[in-house]
């Protein structure tokens, strides 16, 4: 490799890392901000799931969008536009007086965000030679753990450092001095696709936002109500109508035949279930030590730091024997039966005075689980496709599992709010338990579906094959 390819290279790798961290914290950076936010701008516990799922629905909508979209007009091209979004998004959050003007802001930070993301991956993957490539991904996915990971915590030290509005406003020097390194030095590239899938991008965007409308919404409204009913089915119907319409599109952003790669799917429905039962027990552990236990947002995100640091761990080990050592596919299904079971174990020992030294080594199992998971799964999808398909592969990839981060959130603050709420740490933690489970539950059921990938015979297809089969 000359020495320029190794310097594009380089700064490739570091403009999409600190991009990639950035977008990312953004998920759940929040999370431990919740109280603060709930009572500074006297939000219901509806409007906190929005301020979450704001991000995330439109995160995992336009993923696809921002996949076809640097394809077809420029990958780099693309990712400058999508900081630009993201940046200005974050100064009007800082800004917003009150929760609605926050929830729109995070809508728009969505947007930017799923326009970075999926770029991240194929500018990185274009700039790294073909024998570093699972390294390269490896520490990619690895990274984006980390950044999840460390969202509640690096929330509870801004928030208690300076307030809330700061986890929006440190996005701002980061977005502008990643914005000329990235136009001077990161190469352009483009994908397969010359055509956008409108009307992909707009089924699938009312079909989502009406089930996910339903589920915030149901507990507060009733599950039997006209505005519940009537949204739920018309969001599905919109889902049922993007399916027929990708099966006959001529440049779909969704191509449904990569599903028909057993690796690619199950992988997928793996990775929906691990971000359901992550982001929605995180949604609620976050907020636990301040609402049932009484501490600061910095000491309740230390408290999860067992959970969180782990990743730093794990996600390099795993990186490093995925495929070369031990099967990718393999390293995801234990990393996902970690999860489930810290989380089991969370939900059967908590409650409103449980020690915190009785929570540190099912944090650590949750953990481990993070960390096994997210090094080789950017790795085993990607090698399911042609590598001129990895833009659409990523796309579907991060929309999955955000989507699994939407509904986890949605569903788990429902079974929570079924059970308990916020008037007394025992009817919080009430609420807390019986969510987590139904966390696990999911999670567990991702395992089986992630074991199930060994047995698929794709696994020792190379990616052009698979994607031909596919």
């Given at each position: 490799?000359?020495?320029?390819?190794?310097?594009?290279?380089?700064?490739?790798?570091?403009?999409?890392?600190?991009?990639?961290?950035?977008?990312?914290?953004?998920?759940?950076?929040?999370?431990?901000?919740?109280?603060?936010?709930?009572?500074?701008?006297?939000?219901?516990l509806e409007s906190l799931e929005w301020t979450v799922n704001a991000y995330t629905l439109t995160f995992a909508v336009f993923l696809l969008t921002g996949a076809a979209l640097g394809d077809r007009f420029g990958r780099r091209r693309m990712f400058l536009v999508g900081l630009v979004v993201f940046t200005g998004a974050?100064?009007?959050?800082?800004l917003a007086p009150n929760v609605e003007v926050?929830?729109?802001?995070?809508?728009?930070?969505?947007?930017?965000?799923?326009?970075?993301?999926?770029?991240?991956?194929?500018?990185?993957?274009?700039?790294?030679?073909?024998e570093k490539r699972a390294v390269a991904l490896?520490?990619?996915?690895?990274?984006?753990?980390?950044?999840?990971?460390?969202?509640?915590?690096?929330?509870?030290?801004?928030?208690?450092?300076?307030?809330?509005?700061?986890?929006?406003?440190?996005?701002?020097?980061?977005?502008?001095?990643?914005?000329?390194?990235?136009?001077r030095q990161v190469a352009e590239s483009h994908g397969p696709n010359e055509r956008l899938d409108l009307p992909g991008v707009v089924l699938a965007s009312l079909g989502l936002f009406g089930v996910v409308w339903g589920l915030v919404r149901g507990q507060g409204q009733g599950w039997t109500s006209p505005e519940i009913l009537l949204a739920l089915g018309i969001g599905s119907a919109f889902v049922v109508a993007f399916v027929l319409w990708e099966r006959r599109a001529q440049a779909p952003m969704l191509p449904l035949r990569f599903f028909r790669?057993?690796?690619?799917?199950?992988?997928?429905?793996?990775?929906?279930?691990?971000?359901?039962?992550?982001?929605?027990?995180?949604?609620?552990?976050?907020q636990f030590f301040q609402v049932a236990q009484g501490d600061s947002p910095l000491t309740s995100g230390l408290k999860i730091l067992p959970w969180t640091a782990m990743p730093v761990v794990v996600a390099p080990i795993a990186g490093a024997l995925a495929d070369r050592v031990i099967p990718g596919p393999r390293i995801v299904a234990v990393g996902l039966v970690l999860q489930s079971a810290g989380l089991f174990w969370l939900a059967a020992i908590t409650s409103a005075n449980v020690a915190y030294l009785d929570l540190v080594i099912p944090f650590i199992l949750s953990g481990m689980g993070m960390g096994l998971f997210f090094a080789p799964v950017a790795n085993v999808i990607m090698s399911s496709v042609r590598p001129i398909e990895e833009g659409q592969a990523s796309g579907t990839n991060n929309a999955i599992r955000e989507l699994g981060g939407v509904f986890g959130v949605a569903v788990l603050a429902s079974v929570f709010a079924s059970r308990g709420g916020y008037e007394s740490p025992h009817i919080f933690t009430t609420g807390l338990t019986a969510a987590t489970t139904v966390g696990a539950i999911v999670v567990a059921l991702g395992a089986l579906v992630a074991f199930a990938v060994l047995a698929s015979p794709m696994m020792t297809a190379s990616p052009e094959t698979a994607a031909e089969v596919g």
């Open positions: 490799m000359s020495h320029t390819s190794r310097r594009t290279t380089l700064w490739t790798f570091v403009v999409t890392s600190i991009a990639l961290v950035m977008v990312t914290l953004d998920n759940l950076v929040v999370t431990t901000a919740l109280p603060v936010i709930k009572r500074e701008l006297n939000a219901s974050s100064v009007a959050a800082a926050l929830v729109a802001a995070r809508a728009i930070q969505g947007l930017g965000g799923a326009l970075v993301t999926p770029l991240t991956l194929t500018l990185l993957s274009a700039a790294v030679p073909a490896g520490a990619w996915g690895g990274i984006g753990g980390l950044a999840v990971a460390l969202g509640p915590l690096v929330g509870g030290a801004i928030v208690q450092g300076w307030a809330w509005q700061w986890i929006f406003w440190i996005n701002v020097p980061i977005g502008l001095i990643l914005l000329p390194i990235a136009w790669n057993r690796t690619f799917a199950l992988t997928n429905a793996a990775s929906f279930a691990m971000y359901f039962g992550m982001f929605g027990a995180v949604f609620l552990l976050a």
